[in-house]
C-alpha cells in the first residue's frame, strides 16, 4: 500500500467508523478521511454481536471498561431459537465458544445416547451439556472465571449487545477522531470518475482508495460504478423489518445475557437486552404479509412478552439480501450494507463488517495493488459471506413448521443445488452439513451443530451406535448408561459452581453502571 497516500471513507454509522477505526490503527502514516451525509438515516440494528467482534476490539485496544458505558452495553453469552422447529415447542441454545467433551473421541455421543435411553429430554439440554457457561446462562450469572472453576474462557466466549448508533460516535470521539482521522459532515452530490475509478467527491475530495460504507444505497459500489448485485432471495426468504425500542418493567429481573430469536407467523422477533432498554424488531418477508400486518403481528407479540410499546417508535426497514459480483473494483472496497447482507439472524451484520476489513489488510500488503490482490479479497470475502448466508439458510430448511403459508414455503423448498443433483461440494453450509453427518457422523462447522441439535437433526443415532458396536438393546444400556450418568454429573456440577456467583444485573452495575 505505499503507493496509497490518501483514503477516503464514504458513510458513517457502525460500518464507516469501524472501517475508519481499522484504517488509522493499521496505517497510522496515511491521510484517512470519513465523509458522511447529515442527512443519512441510520439502520440501527446491529445491537447484538457475535464472538468475533471481541478480536476485533482486542486488535484495535478497545478495553470493556472504555466503552460499555458510552455504549449502554451487555455482554452476550448465546443465542436462543424459540418455536423455530416447531411451534410452542420451546426453544434451544447456541452458545459461543467451542464444546467440551467427556471424551473427544466419544464427542456428542454421549448425548444421543441420553436421548435414546430418556427420549423425554429435551432439546435444550444439548448446550446445557457441552458448554459450561450455560450454567451462568440458564442461572443468569456472570463472572471473570480468572481460577477456571469452570472450562469457561471470559475473553473468548463472550460477545457484546450495545446501541450501535452509539457505538459507532464512541469509535469517532475516543478512537479515530484522537487518532487524526479527518471528518467532514456533507452531502456527495458529485461524483467523477476515471479509468482507475472514482477521481473525485463534490469535485474537491480525492483520494487513491475509497471505501463505500453508504449502507444500502451502495453509492460508489452499485450505483456510481455499476457493479452487478447478486441477490440471495432464493435461499433467505425475509426482506424488511419493523424495529423498536421498549423499557424493562424490572431490568434487574429482566435483563439476561443472551439474544433471544422468536419465531412468529411470517418471520421472528429479535429481543435485545441493553443495559437501559430492550432492543426488539420484527424480520419478515412481504411475500407472505404486508407492512401493516406485520407491524400488528409483532405487537401482539409484544403484547404476549408483556412490553409496554406505549411510548414507543416503530422504525420500517427494507432490506436487499445478497451481495456484489465484486467488492473491490478499480479504487473502491465495498463495507457492510454497501457490500452486501444477510438477514440479521445470527448477529452477522458487524460481524461481516470487521472480517470484511481484515481480509481487506490480508490482501494489501503489497506496495503495488493489482487485480490480483482485488480478486483475492472479493473471492475471500464472498466465501465467508456465502457460508454465512447458508448457515442462517439452515435455520429455516431445517423448521418442522407448517403452520402458514410462510412455513410451509419455507420447509418445502428446495434450498441447495448440491444436495437434489447429488454434487459432492464440501464447503460449509447445506453441502458440508450434509456430507459431515453422513460420512463422518460429527459437524465440523462451529455452530451448525447446535443448530442442528436443536433441530433434531443430528448427525448419528442410537442404532448407528449399537450397530458399530455390535451391542443389542440390553447391552447397549448396560454398557453407555454410566457415560449418560457422567454427562448429568458434569452438568450438575457446573451450576453448582456458579450458584454463588454475581448475578449478571449486579457485575454489569458494579463494574460499568454503579452511578446508577
Given at each position: 500500500?505505499?503507493?496509497?497516500?490518501?483514503?477516503?471513507?464514504?458513510?458513517?454509522?457502525?460500518?464507516?467508523?469501524?472501517?475508519?477505526?481499522?484504517?488509522?490503527?493499521?496505517?497510522?502514516?496515511?491521510?484517512?478521511?470519513?465523509?458522511?451525509?447529515?442527512?443519512?438515516?441510520?439502520?440501527?440494528?446491529?445491537?447484538?454481536?457475535?464472538?468475533?467482534?471481541?478480536?476485533?476490539?482486542?486488535?484495535?485496544?478497545?478495553?470493556?471498561?472504555?466503552?460499555?458505558?458510552?455504549?449502554?452495553?451487555?455482554?452476550?453469552?448465546?443465542?436462543?431459537?424459540?418455536?423455530?422447529?416447531?411451534?410452542?415447542?420451546?426453544?434451544?441454545?447456541?452458545?459461543?465458544?467451542?464444546?467440551?467433551?467427556?471424551?473427544?473421541?466419544?464427542?456428542?455421543?454421549?448425548?444421543?445416547?441420553?436421548?435414546?435411553?430418556?427420549?423425554?429430554?429435551?432439546?435444550?439440554?444439548?448446550?446445557?451439556?457441552?458448554?459450561?457457561?450455560?450454567?451462568?446462562?440458564?442461572?443468569?450469572?456472570?463472572?471473570?472465571?480468572?481460577?477456571?472453576?469452570?472450562?469457561?474462557?471470559?475473553?473468548?466466549?463472550?460477545?457484546?449487545?450495545?446501541?450501535?448508533?452509539?457505538?459507532?460516535?464512541?469509535?469517532?470521539?475516543?478512537?479515530?477522531?484522537?487518532?487524526?482521522?479527518?471528518?467532514?459532515?456533507?452531502?456527495?452530490?458529485t461524483i467523477e470518475c476515471n479509468d482507475d475509478g472514482i477521481e473525485s467527491l463534490n469535485k474537491k475530495y480525492k483520494a487513491d482508495l475509497y471505501f463505500d460504507c453508504t449502507g444500502f444505497k451502495s453509492l460508489l459500489l452499485g450505483e456510481t460504478l455499476q457493479t452487478e448485485f447478486e441477490s440471495y432471495s432464493d435461499m433467505l426468504p425475509n426482506n424488511s423489518a419493523w424495529a423498536t425500542r421498549v423499557p424493562y418493567k424490572n431490568k434487574k429481573e429482566e435483563i439476561n445475557c443472551y439474544t433471544n430469536c422468536t419465531a412468529i407467523e411470517n418471520g421472528w422477533v429479535w429481543q435485545i437486552p441493553l443495559w437501559s432498554r430492550w432492543g426488539t424488531g420484527y424480520v419478515y418477508s412481504d411475500k407472505f404479509v404486508d407492512d401493516e400486518t406485520a407491524l400488528k403481528e409483532f405487537k401482539n407479540h409484544l403484547d404476549k412478552k408483556g412490553q409496554d410499546y406505549s411510548n414507543a417508535e416503530f422504525k420500517k426497514i427494507k432490506m436487499r439480501v445478497g451481495i456484489h459480483k465484486r467488492l473491490w473494483v478499480k479504487n473502491v472496497v465495498g463495507i457492510g450494507l454497501a457490500a452486501g447482507f444477510i438477514e440479521p439472524l445470527e448477529s452477522n451484520g458487524l460481524f461481516s463488517v470487521h472480517e470484511f476489513i481484515m481480509r481487506f489488510i490480508r490482501n494489501a500488503q503489497r506496495d503495488i495493488i493489482t487485480q490480483w490482490d482485488r480478486d483475492n479479497f472479493t473471492f475471500q470475502c464472498k466465501k465467508f459471506f456465502r457460508n454465512f448466508a447458508e448457515f442462517v439458510a439452515m435455520h429455516y430448511a431445517m423448521s418442522n413448521r407448517d403452520d402458514t403459508e410462510y412455513w410451509k414455503a419455507n420447509t418445502n423448498k428446495v434450498w441447495d443445488k448440491g444436495l437434489p443433483d447429488l454434487v459432492p461440494v464440501l464447503q460449509d453450509g447445506f453441502s458440508r452439513a450434509a456430507a459431515d453427518r453422513d460420512f463422518v457422523h460429527r459437524f465440523n462447522d462451529g455452530g451448525l451443530h447446535c443448530i442442528a441439535f436443536g433441530m433434531e437433526w443430528y448427525p448419528t443415532e442410537a442404532t448407528n451406535v449399537k450397530y458399530y458396536q455390535g451391542l443389542d438393546d440390553n447391552e447397549f444400556k448396560k454398557q453407555l448408561i454410566s457415560r449418560v450418568i457422567a454427562l448429568n454429573h458434569r452438568k450438575k456440577d457446573w451450576n453448582l459452581t456458579v450458584q454463588d456467583k454475581t448475578s449478571f444485573y449486579d457485575y454489569h452495575k458494579n463494574r460499568f453502571y454503579n452511578d446508577n
Open positions: 500500500m505505499k503507493n496509497v497516500k490518501k483514503i477516503i471513507v464514504l458513510g458513517g454509522g457502525s460500518a464507516g467508523w469501524m472501517t475508519a477505526s481499522t484504517l488509522i490503527k493499521e496505517y497510522p502514516d496515511k491521510e484517512i478521511t470519513l465523509i458522511e451525509s447529515p442527512n443519512t438515516p441510520i439502520v440501527g440494528v446491529g445491537e447484538s454481536t457475535i464472538g468475533g467482534i471481541k478480536y476485533w476490539t482486542t486488535y484495535l485496544g478497545i478495553d470493556d471498561n472504555e466503552f460499555f458505558k458510552y455504549t449502554d452495553a451487555t455482554y452476550k453469552l448465546s443465542i436462543r431459537f424459540e418455536d423455530f422447529y416447531k411451534k410452542g415447542d420451546g426453544g434451544f441454545h447456541y452458545p459461543f465458544g467451542e464444546p467440551v467433551f467427556i471424551n473427544k473421541a466419544d464427542g456428542y455421543n454421549e448425548w444421543i445416547i441420553k436421548k435414546h435411553i430418556y427420549p423425554e429430554t429435551h432439546r435444550s439440554d444439548f448446550a446445557d451439556c457441552f458448554y459450561p457457561q450455560m450454567a451462568l446462562v440458564n442461572n443468569k450469572k456472570l463472572f471473570d472465571n480468572e481460577k477456571n472453576e469452570i472450562p469457561f474462557n471470559f475473553r473468548e466466549n463472550t460477545a457484546y449487545h450495545f446501541d450501535a448508533t452509539k457505538f459507532g460516535l464512541f469509535l469517532k470521539e475516543r478512537y479515530c477522531l484522537p487518532r487524526g482521522v479527518k471528518h467532514i459532515v456533507e452531502d456527495i452530490k
